[in-house]
């Protein structure tokens, strides 16, 4: 499949494999989930709002919603099973890349970067295949979403978790769900929005590929790297992890 | 224009003054005489008449359609001089208008209570209000569906020996007022009022008349008594418990929390039952409300060694009903209307604590970051000389690179 992309072109510029089909679903899965979780999660929280109020003025209605958000939540967790799961099976083959984890250089990176937002530079960092910025809307996501999923699912079964655990956690992960949600829904909407949509649009998790001109731009690290490989080398799949 | 003397004027102005002298003075007046002239009307101090036969503490007739009902219309003209209404001296007639002198006056009746029923009407010649709201109340629907024991003005106030409740200065109810109320209610409600007279409040009232806890009116209302088995009345009840204590004025002297309904709305439950009680008050719903914990009429102290809920095991026992399968820690899933604090909730209190200073010690920086971003990105679309793009990459957003 993702060789027959290049040929669609018709300028001879290149372009270079970013996401596979897999990765691309699993965002896909992600967005449709915690939207409708954030859709149907807060007016749960802001129950003094009149407009919440009305969703959830029946006890008709607040079963609906919390049905909605629960088989939301099934999937999101499904999909976090598998994406864990996947990454445990990499490891085992030691095909796990490391290229979404945190290094020093993003540290240096990030300092930079600081440095150009004030004027002190005039050239932003290179950055390799992932920057800092796309780094910490991984981690942030990744481990917000645990906490989001451990707290779900301590108050959708809190008989079967108050089996072991003291019953204050109840009332703890009540607060650690809405509150991080919080958390999850400002940082995608200033943070990820800003940089995906505002800054430049980036479609590449939906299309898979980054054109040659966005990779000199945005990843002239990755792309000076690639470069030195044979071409044939960098249209493999299994170059991602 | 056309001149007018000043003495018109004068004279005009002083008549202007007149009329309203006169119109004000009535309304000044009309409070301070003791009786309303329309009572006035129903004085007769001449119920000797009456008397004659009704003052004989034997004087019984036999009624009914098998004539085995025994009614008593002996009136004990002592008590009725101490009555609100003798008192004001009403007279027999006052109130029993146009019978017939004849034995019987005329009146036909199946039993005593149709006869009591008939003859309650009478209240309302004077008393429409209170008759208007009893109208809408659980008793006069009760009545409607056939249940004619159910509680008419008599029943409470008595015919002939009707008290003064209310202190006419202050409006408010004497306070052996509030001590007879649940005396009366018991009259029907024997098995309610044995568990109120137990309760926290009953105890408070009964032995300690005390003025701040609730009598029977305070949550039922007066007249316009609700039926209390409605999903309406279920959603309603928080605030009517809330009326006193979130009331600092009233749980200051006892050491009670006024952030008792703040907590519990709070928290799932009364989430749910305010937006509820709100928007759909006749939803039916199992969500706990204060009584389903507290007590309906058996209240009792929380600190009660038997039956107080800081027990856990009194509290499991009220979780369970609708938690069948909860164990013993799953009580303290409740904040029992604690606000979380270092001794209380810990685990709560500083997760909050984080996110007090992680919401805007992390975000606010974040979009800051990512308003700076747009404000370079800015500065150099408006600022790059149009040469340069020959010399760096050609970038859609105007951003150089050095190589």
């Known amino acids: 499949m993702t060789d027959k992309k290049p040929q669609v072109q018709i300028q001879q510029e290149r372009t270079y494999p970013r996401f596979d089909l897999g990765q691309r679903w699993e965002h896909g899965l992600l967005v449709i989930s915690a939207t409708v979780l ?36 099934l999937v999101l967790i499904l999909e976090a099973l598998y994406h864990i799961g996947k990454a445990i099976y990499q490891l085992s083959k030691r095909k796990l890349s490391a290229e979404f984890f945190p290094t020093m250089q993003d540290v240096k990176d990030a300092g930079h970067m600081l440095q150009y937002l004030f004027f002190l530079r005039k050239d932003k960092p290179k950055y390799g295949k992932y920057n800092f910025e796309q780094k910490v809307t991984y981690w942030v996501v990744f481990l917000g979403f645990l906490l989001m999923i451990i707290s779900g699912l301590i108050i959708w079964f809190p008989i079967f978790f108050t089996d072991y655990l003291p019953g204050g956690i109840i009332p703890a992960a009540k607060l650690m769900h809405s509150t991080e949600a919080m958390v999850a829904t400002i940082f995608i909407l200033i943070w990820h929005f800003y940089h995906v949509h505002i800054e430049r649009l980036n479609l590449s998790i939906f299309t898979g590929r980054l054109s040659e001109k966005e990779m000199k731009v945005y990843h002239s690290r990755e792309y000076e790297r690639l470069n030195r490989k044979s071409s044939k080398e960098i249209n493999k799949p299994g170059d991602r992890k | 224009m056309i001149r007018i003397h000043p003495f018109i004027k004068i004279a005009g102005l002083a008549t202007l003054l007149l ?37 004989n503490p034997n004087f019984n007739i036999t009624i009914g359609i098998q004539q085995k009902e025994t009614l008593s219309l002996f009136v004990d003209p002592s008590k009725f001089q101490h009555s609100v209404h003798g008192e004001i001296g009403i007279s027999c007639i006052g109130c029993h208008e146009g019978f017939k002198p004849e034995a019987g006056h005329g009146m036909v009746y199946g039993s005593h209570r149709e006869l ?19 109208k809408d109340s659980v008793h006069a629907a009760a009545r409607a569906a056939g249940k004619l024991e159910a509680a008419i003005c008599t029943d409470c106030h008595t015919a002939h020996e009707v008290q003064r409740l209310k202190d006419p200065k202050t409006g408010q109810l004497f306070p052996t007022t509030r001590i007879w109320i649940p005396l009366t209610c018991q009259k029907c409600h024997s098995t309610i009022y044995e568990k109120y007279r137990n309760s926290v409040h009953g105890i408070a009232l009964t032995d300690g008349n005390n003025p701040d806890v609730p009598t029977c009116i305070d949550c039922h209302g007066v007249h316009i008594i609700e039926d209390p088995t409605t999903a309406k009345f279920r ?24 952030q008792v309904l703040n907590t519990y709305v709070a928290d799932f439950h009364g989430t749910t039952v305010t937006i509820f009680e709100k928007l759909s008050p006749d939803s039916v719903t199992n969500k706990p409300v204060c ?113």
């Open chain 1, 38 to 73: 954030m859709l149907t999660g807060l007016p749960q929280k802001f129950r003094d709002l009149s407009w919440s109020q009305y969703l959830l003025s029946t006890p008709h209605r607040l079963e609906i919603f919390q049905q909605i958000h629960h088989i939301a939540a």
């Open chain 2, 19 to 55: 009329i309203l002298g006169v119109s004000i003075h009535p309304v000044k007046a009309a409070p301070t005489s003791q009786v309303p002239t329309a009572q006035k009307a129903l004085i007769n101090p001449d119920d000797s008449a009456c008397l004659a036969c009704h003052q």
């Open chain 2, 116 to 134: 009591t029923l008939r003859m309650n009407t009478i209240c309302a010649n004077c008393h429409q209000k209170q008759s208007d709201q009893e």
């Open chain 2, 235 to 258: 959603l309603d009840s928080p605030m009517l418990c809330a009326k006193c204590h979130t009331n600092p004025a009233i749980m200051d002297k006892y050491g009670i929390s006024t």
């Open chain 2, 291 to 403: 009584y389903d914990c507290h007590g309906v009429h058996d209240i009792t102290n929380v600190n009660d060694p038997q039956k107080g809920l800081t027990i856990k095991q009194n509290l499991l026992k009220k979780c369970q009903r609708c938690h069948p399968n909860a164990n013993t820690n799953f009580p303290d899933a409740w904040l029992s209307h604690y606000i979380p604090s270092p001794q209380k909730y810990p685990i709560v209190y500083y997760i909050n604590l984080f996110y007090t200073f992680f919401i805007p010690g992390i975000l606010l920086p974040m979009a800051v970051l990512v308003l700076m971003d747009f404000g370079r990105a800015m500065v150099n679309k408006f600022t790059k000389p149009h040469s340069k793009k020959k010399i760096f990459y050609h970038t859609s957003d105007g951003e150089d690179h050095h190589e």
